[in-house]
């Protein structure tokens, strides 16, 4: 009976799962005071690592998105995702692999991005590595079902995200947007530690979850 109870507790949990960028890591920037601050509020936080961690730049669509379903798991609306320039992209190709019933908590969009600012300035392997990431569509419709509530936050002084992508994420999914004066890339370039509008936002998306 206590294991039915136990079992109970962690199927209702609130869990987040912290998505990292291109040739980021579990331990950039604002990432690891996130998950602190979460784990406070009784979430349990992960970070997994994805397939192009540690400064090698080839992050693939694929590869990404088997890394995030086997963290995951089975996700629920308890379910929760963050997501750091690429890595939104990558949760948004994740979800759309779901069963259309599927129904999770929200998404957090950090420095989202569907364009790149000065792609022809980028290296050759760059620019190739991009490529897929800009052409493949996604189904915006079916990642608004699974996920109807997100919200999305950009910077007026990113050197890579124009934030006329805010109004794209309005329209398409649904997104409250957060443009903030300045923060760059909000990454460690631009060294940003903490990032309190993302605990803001993950605790509205989870009300009355």
Same mark, same amino acid.
């Given at each position: ?38 784990? $406070?509020? #009784?979430?349990? *936080? %992960? /970070? ?6 540690? +400064? ?5 669509? @694929? ?39 599927? $129904?999770? #908590?929200?998404? *957090? %969009? /950090? ?6 600012? +000065? ?5 050759? @392997? ?84």
């Amino acid at each position: 009976m206590l294991e039915n109870l136990n079992n109970a507790n962690i199927v209702h949990m609130k869990r987040a799962f912290i998505i990292h960028g291109w040739g980021g890591n579990p331990e950039e920037g604002w990432f690891p005071w996130a998950k602190k601050e979460l784990e $406070k509020k #009784g979430f349990e *936080v %992960y /970070v997994p690592t994805m397939p192009d961690a540690y +400064g090698k730049k080839q992050p693939q669509i @694929e590869p990404r998105i088997n890394a995030i379903k086997e963290s995951v798991g089975v996700p629920d609306e308890n379910t929760y995702f963050i997501g750091h320039s690429i890595g939104c992209q990558s949760i948004d190709r994740y979800l759309e692999t779901l069963p259309l019933e599927t $129904k999770i #908590g929200g998404v *957090v %969009y /950090v420095a989202r991005w569907l364009t790149l600012k +000065g792609l022809d300035d980028y290296e050759k @392997e760059d620019r190739e590595t991009a490529k897929p990431w800009l052409e493949t569509p996604i189904d915006f419709e079916k990642v608004r079902i699974i996920s109807p509530k997100s919200v999305a936050i950009f910077t007026k002084n990113d050197p890579f995200v124009d934030v006329g992508n805010a109004e794209f994420f309005r329209e398409k999914l649904g997104s409250e947007t957060i443009v903030l004066e300045s923060g760059g890339h909000l990454n460690d370039e631009s060294n940003t530690k903490k990032l309190p509008e993302v605990i803001r936002a993950i605790e509205k998306l989870s009300v009355n979850q």
